[in-house]
């Protein structure tokens, strides 16, 4: 998909030369300079004073060696990364990945989305994003323990509550944040809000488990009644069973919806009957297993192998929760075929480029996650809110801001498709809303 538009296109040219075989972040820029170009046609200055330039450009890349030593007396040695990509309108803000998939160029697209999505909520939050190529996954507490101090022990450097403050994301949830943050405590003699997603007895805020998949479901439902659509009755696939998936069901389910699959890395189960959300929650959250054990407590389901045959399964919406690039365009094209009217990003760029073509072409509503998916990061900033007051709210008071933000965050995004000409894009809505703030903040700085 070339952009049409001669500097855009040659910008994304560059972005290509001076990060190599980074396919995600070049796939995550290339979204956003595409849905930019009525934005520089009406205001060229953000051409010409260099802001669309400084954007694609994180301010800072952080790498560092993460040795550790396993339970047998082993030593590993894994990377870490912090980027640092825009602080514009606030401290860096964005989680950690530890998964064995994670390099440079994911954590450039996480980052370079999250600059937008911080934007979007409303708050004072800057981009960033970091992580490593560890993997939590069969390891054991003390293992985990030791390998998240010594990644704290580089990264306490270049961070704190007014230059940029990580939270969770794959393979990084209240275990591993709670190991990162009492490190942290530990090196700086501190105890300030530098990490989100804090387990309660520690600063951390009621509702910030739930508000990604909470926050995913206030804007669907958002935009599903703006085109007289409800969750009531509606038949929903989720893809994934972490902590966004975990609560999207959740909220769905409230909402009226029945949720028959979901998924983790190795297959997916099927429900006719509806998911027993509270199993998946002992299985996932707290003994650790695999979705495929699910069957073994309910015989009506039947577990299957491999990922992508999720959608296959015929649904009125579908809400990927999983990872990037997790559904493509033959899987998009059953979800149509089988009448599915909605998709709703809560992963981060979980369809690839031409599944989302596809779903707007054939008129499906679709969510993107840099606007679906930010209730996680805006109850992030509602926990650094919290922090600095040294005051606690309610859950009912935090998942009332929560619903507040996804609904602003629905219209300004929708508005701002209407106003560039492109009435329904959410993908364009969300990206130049996003982006307007930020690069007003860059031009009011001049060149920094
Ligand atoms: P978790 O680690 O809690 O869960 C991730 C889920 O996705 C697991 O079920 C995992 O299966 C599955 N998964 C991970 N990698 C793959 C893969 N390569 N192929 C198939 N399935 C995979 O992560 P979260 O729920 O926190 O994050 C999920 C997505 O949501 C990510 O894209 C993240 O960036 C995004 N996100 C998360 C936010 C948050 O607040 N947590 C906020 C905004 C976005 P398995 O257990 O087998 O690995």
């Given at each position: 998909?070339?952009?049409?538009?001669?500097?855009?296109?040659?910008?994304?040219?560059?972005?290509?030369?001076?990060?190599?075989?980074?396919?995600?972040?070049?796939?995550?820029?290339?979204?956003?300079?595409?849905?930019?170009?009525?934005?520089?046609?009406?205001?060229?200055?953000?051409?010409?004073?260099?802001?669309?330039?400084?954007?694609?450009?994180?301010?800072?890349?952080?790498?560092?060696?993460?040795?550790?030593?396993?339970?047998?007396?082993?030593?590993?040695?894994?990377?870490?990364?912090?980027?640092?990509?825009?602080?514009?309108?606030?401290?860096?803000?964005?989680?950690?990945r530890?998964h064995p998939s994670v390099y440079?160029?994911i954590?450039?697209?996480?980052?370079?989305?999250?600059?937008?999505?911080?934007?979007?909520?409303?708050?004072?939050?800057?981009?960033?994003?970091?992580?490593?190529d560890?993997?939590?996954?069969?390891?054991?507490?003390?293992?985990?323990?030791?390998?998240?101090?010594?990644?704290?022990?580089?990264?306490?450097?270049?961070?704190?509550?007014?230059?940029?403050?990580?939270?969770?994301?794959i393979?990084?949830?209240?275990?591993?944040?709670?190991?990162?943050?009492?490190?942290?405590?530990?090196?700086?003699?501190?105890?300030?809000?530098?990490?989100?997603?804090?387990?309660?007895?520690?600063?951390?805020?009621?509702?910030?488990?739930?508000?990604?998949?909470?926050?995913?479901?206030?804007?669907?439902?958002?935009?599903?009644?703006?085109?007289?659509?409800?969750?009531?009755?509606?038949?929903?696939?989720?893809?994934?069973?972490?902590?966004?998936?975990?609560?999207?069901?959740?909220?769905?389910?409230?909402?009226?919806?029945?949720?028959?699959?979901?998924?983790?890395?190795?297959?997916?189960?099927?429900?006719?009957?509806?998911?027993?959300?509270?199993?998946?929650?002992?299985?996932?959250?707290?003994?650790?297993?695999?979705?495929?054990?699910?069957?073994?407590?309910?015989?009506?389901?039947?577990?299957?192998?491999?990922?992508?045959?999720?959608?296959?399964?015929?649904?009125?919406?579908?809400?990927?929760?999983?990872t990037?690039?997790?559904?493509?365009?033959?899987?998009?094209?059953?979800?149509?075929?089988?009448?599915?009217?909605?998709?709703?990003?809560?992963?981060?760029?979980?369809?690839?480029?031409?599944?989302?073509?596809?779903?707007?072409?054939?008129?499906?509503?679709?969510?993107?996650?840099?606007?679906?998916?930010?209730?996680?990061?805006?109850?992030?900033?509602?926990?650094?809110?919290?922090?600095?007051?040294?005051?606690?709210?309610?859950?009912?008071?935090?998942?009332?801001?929560?619903?507040?933000?996804?609904?602003?965050?629905?219209?300004?995004?929708?508005?701002?498709?209407?106003?560039?000409?492109?009435?329904?894009?959410?993908?364009?809505?969300?990206?130049?809303?996003?982006?307007?703030?930020?690069?007003?903040?860059?031009?009011?700085?001049?060149?920094?």
């Open positions: 998909m070339e952009i049409q538009h001669g500097y855009l296109e040659d910008l994304m040219g560059r972005v290509i030369r001076r990060n190599p075989a980074e396919p995600e972040f070049h796939q995550a820029v290339r979204e956003v300079l595409s849905s930019l170009v009525p934005v520089v046609e009406a205001k060229p200055v953000y051409i010409k004073e260099g802001v669309m330039d400084c954007l694609v450009e994180p301010e800072r890349i952080i790498k560092f060696r993460v040795p550790w030593e396993d339970d047998q007396g082993n030593v590993h040695v894994n990377r870490g990364f912090r980027v640092q990509f825009n602080s514009a309108i606030g401290p860096y803000k964005g989680g950690l530890f440079e160029g954590v450039k697209f996480l980052g370079f989305e999250q600059i937008f999505k911080n934007s979007l909520t409303g708050l004072p939050i800057g981009g960033g994003k970091g992580g490593s560890f993997d939590p996954k069969g390891k054991s507490d003390a293992e985990v323990m030791r390998f998240c101090q010594s990644f704290m022990t580089e990264l306490f450097k270049y961070i704190g509550p007014d230059t940029d403050v990580p939270a969770g994301d393979g990084v949830g209240s275990r591993e944040i709670g190991y990162l943050f009492g490190q942290y405590k530990r090196l700086r003699n501190e105890f300030t809000g530098v990490l989100t997603g804090k387990g309660l007895a520690y600063g951390g805020s009621l509702a910030r488990t739930e508000a990604t998949g909470y926050g995913l479901c206030y804007f669907t439902d958002n935009m599903l009644r703006d085109a007289s659509r409800s969750f009531d009755g509606a038949t929903v696939v989720i893809s994934g069973s972490g902590n966004v998936a975990i609560y999207a069901c959740e909220k769905a389910s409230a909402f009226g919806a029945k949720v028959v699959a979901m998924s983790d890395s190795s297959g997916f189960i099927h429900d006719p009957d509806g998911i027993d959300l509270a199993l998946v929650k002992r299985l996932k959250e707290v003994e650790r297993r695999r979705i495929r054990d699910y069957v073994e407590a309910r015989p009506s389901a039947r577990y299957h192998e491999g990922c992508a045959g999720i959608w296959q399964i015929p649904c009125d919406i579908a809400l990927p929760c999983a990037q690039n997790e559904l493509d365009a033959a899987s998009a094209k059953t979800l149509i075929q089988n009448g599915c009217f909605a998709v709703a990003e809560g992963a981060n760029m979980p369809c690839t480029p031409e599944a989302v073509e596809a779903f707007q072409t054939a008129g499906v509503l679709f969510a993107p996650a840099k606007a679906a998916n930010a209730g996680g990061v805006a109850t992030s900033a509602l926990e650094m809110s919290q922090n600095s007051m040294r005051f606690s709210w309610t859950f009912e008071e935090v998942d009332a801001h929560l619903k507040t933000i996804m609904t602003d965050l629905y219209h300004n995004a929708s508005a701002a498709a209407a106003e560039y000409g492109k009435p329904g894009d959410l993908v364009a809505g969300a990206n130049i809303a996003g982006f307007l703030k930020v690069a007003d903040a860059m031009l009011a700085y001049g060149l920094v």
